[in-house]
């Protein structure tokens, strides 16, 4: 059993297999969970189908065990694979939500960097004295006035969220305006049309693909919020939020996982992407050292 | 340059700020209007409530009448509007009284809530900040980085959840929630700071990794200036140098950080209201929302707008007071 002594630990010859250095272990980790969750979720009802409207009157709050892996609810619905579902539901309102904020902060930005000057002002003051708003007040005032629904909620995300893509993508715009392939553009005769179409926005589409996919977090811990709140998603739908709203009582009575695990689904993805985006400036930004290295 | 001499240009920046500020508003104001124009809820029925499955379609129409939402909505807008500017917010149809003593009555609770949790995460973030950037990269602060941003993973809301499972209901420290207890027959200062705890606390925990994270690279990026290192070389003691030296050199810019910070403070201190059932704006706040409640929800987003634009301005002029580099020009 000498030999067993002299092998190096398992963590090191798994990391000399992958190539990674020492501070890459963490973002292969987060990477690995963030893509399990995020697949198992989506794949969830090929694999694992739930009955929405399921109840079980006689295994209400049971203790997470191995038929239940994160216990049961004041219901009896198993949390574990509502969690699953929860997360599926919050990923694809987030996504869309995401989406329509990233088009409204495109577009916005978009006017103010080509057209500038007093449009581009007065623009810019809107955001930042949108940016002065609680979000989350706003947010709330907008699902009020447009009744607690599905396309509320993703309104709610999207008339929030959209100021700091307004910014990067009136940013960038500013920067390009004065490349000499533009210049190139109009003395080719290209009108203002075709400039922004064909020259300006092929440039900006990978940022705002970047500032979608980093938008989604956000989104999911708005719905999340409206959700926790009762004026977010409807509440038989099994969403993180409105888990965590369901759980409150079984928490006063005990039950502690019935809300606390639904909400550790969302800690865990946060996580997990906070570390990955934090590698990613690493790498594309060496001006500013990330600091995250698990 | 003194004192007075730096702040000179303050009443202008105030003037410019304050025609921005005002039109800007008044055109929120406008799109608020809009969309509480555009929502599918008919006031009256709202305001009747159960009562309005059998009230006659006289006495609704009677209440229209009254307060005018029949008239056109550019109408509706100017006479809210002009109420606003005269002081009169208006009538809240979720609790059936004036907007203004709803505001009176539960604004208190929510200052309080978020000026001690603010003061508690500044003075704690300061303090642990600048012992992280010590000794960069040490176990401390590595420890502390990694705290941090995964505290920074915790919906407020969660947190709060899991501080009452933990405390009040495992240990049984302290109370799940209200403000007093409910045996006590009124409301005795020891007995709200003893429920306080908790909200406050986990508001300020959750708050905390900005401010932290900020002050740690703030303070470790000017440990490395000249004059801390001439404090160093001079043999000063440590904390001399990291709290009379390079935090004081930091301390400036995290005045704007905790100015912009201020909207995620109310929306966080919205949540803990709710967690533990506190009588704040939170509280009010979800139920007018459920109740489609315009003037209250119009006049509590506004509200806190303002307060945190002045903040704002604030924040801007102590920096321009304190730092002599800084120009007021904005």
Redesign the interface.
């Known amino acids: 059993m000498a030999d067993l002594a002299t092998r190096p630990p398992l963590l090191h010859v798994a990391r000399s297999r992958l190539r990674l250095r020492p501070g890459q272990t963490g973002v292969v980790i987060a990477g690995l969970v963030l893509l399990t969750t995020v697949a198992g979720s989506l794949l969830a009802p090929l694999v694992w189908p739930l009955d929405q409207s399921a109840v079980a009157l006689d295994q209400t709050r049971l203790a997470p065990s191995w038929t239940h892996l994160a216990g049961t609810d004041d219901l009896g619905r198993d949390v574990a694979h509502r969690a699953v579902y929860g997360l599926r539901v919050s990923l694809l309102v987030g996504a869309v939500a995401a989406l329509v904020a990233t088009v409204l902060g495109g577009v916005v930005g978009g006017i103010a960097g080509t057209l500038g000057g007093r449009v581009d002002r007065i623009l810019m ?2 955001v ?11 947010g ?8 607690p629904s599905l396309g509320a909620v993703i309104a709610s995300v999207g008339l929030t969220h959209w100021l700091s893509t307004a910014r990067i993508v009136r940013s960038e715009v500013l920067s390009l305006r004065n490349r000499p392939f533009i210049d190139a553009a109009i003395s080719g005769g290209a009108g203002r049309l075709r400039v922004l179409t064909r020259h300006l926005l092929p440039h900006v589409l990978p940022r705002l693909a970047l500032a979608t996919t980093l938008m989604i977090p956000h989104a999911v ?1 708005h719905e ?2 409206l959700s ?4 977010g998603l409807p509440p038989h739908l099994a969403s993180l939020g409105n888990m ?1 709203n369901d759980g ?1 009582g079984s ?2 009575t ?1 039950a ?1 996982w019935a ?2 695990a639904p ?2 689904v ?3 993805v ?2 997990a992407i ?2 990955l985006a ?1 590698r990613w400036r690493d790498r594309f930004d060496p001006r500013v050292r990330a ?2 290295h ?1 | 340059m003194t004192r007075s001499g730096r702040l000179a240009g303050a009443r202008a920046v105030l003037r410019r700020r304050l025609l921005v500020a005002v039109p800007v508003l008044a055109a929120t104001s406008v799109g608020m209007f809009a969309l509480g124009a555009a929502s599918p809820v008919d006031p009256a029925k709202q305001y009747a409530g159960a009562a309005a499955f059998t009230a006659s379609e006289e006495n609704l129409a009677q209440l229209r009448a009254n307060w005018g939402v029949d008239d056109p909505v550019p109408v509706q807008y100017l006479r809210w509007i002009g109420n606003l500017v005269r002081g009169d917010l208006g009538w809240s149809t979720s609790r059936h009284e004036p907007v203004a003593s709803v505001l009176a009555a539960r604004a208190g609770w929510t200052l309080l809530l978020i000026g001690v949790a603010l003061a508690l995460a500044l003075v704690g973030s300061l303090l642990l900040g600048s012992l992280a950037a010590y000794r960069r990269g040490g176990l401390f602060d590595r420890a502390l980085r990694a705290g941090a941003y995964a505290v920074q993973s915790m919906p407020v809301f969660w947190l709060g959840l899991a501080a009452i499972a933990v405390f009040a209901l495992a240990l049984g420290w302290l109370p799940a929630g209200g403000l007093t207890d409910v045996t006590a027959t009124g409301t005795s200062w020891g007995d709200v700071a003893h429920h306080l705890i908790l909200p406050v606390g986990v508001l300020a925990v959750s708050q905390a990794p900005w401010f932290v994270l900020f002050v740690r690279d703030a303070v470790a990026e000017s440990m490395r200036d000249d004059h801390v290192l001439a404090a160093r070389a001079r043999g000063l003691p440590g904390r001399t140098v990291l709290f009379g030296h390079a935090l004081r050199t930091a301390l400036l810019p995290f005045l704007t950080l905790v100015g912009t910070h201020l909207p995620e403070l109310v929306g966080g201190a919205v949540l803990v209201e709710t967690v533990f059932s506190l009588p704040g704006l939170g509280a009010v706040t979800v139920a007018a929302a459920l109740g489609s409640d315009f003037p209250l929800l119009a006049a509590i987003t506004l509200a806190t707008t303002a307060v945190v634009l002045a903040a704002n301005l604030a924040t801007d002029l102590a920096y321009a007071a304190a730092d002599p580099r800084v120009r007021l020009d904005g």
Do not use: K, N
């Open positions: 003051r809107i930042d004295t949108i940016a002065a708003m609680p979000h989350l007040l706003l709330i005032f907008i699902v009020a006035m447009l009744r811990w999340t919020a926790f709140l009762g004026l965590i409150q928490l006063l005990g502690w809300s606390l909400g550790a969302i800690v865990v946060t996580f906070a570390v934090a600091e995250l698990l």
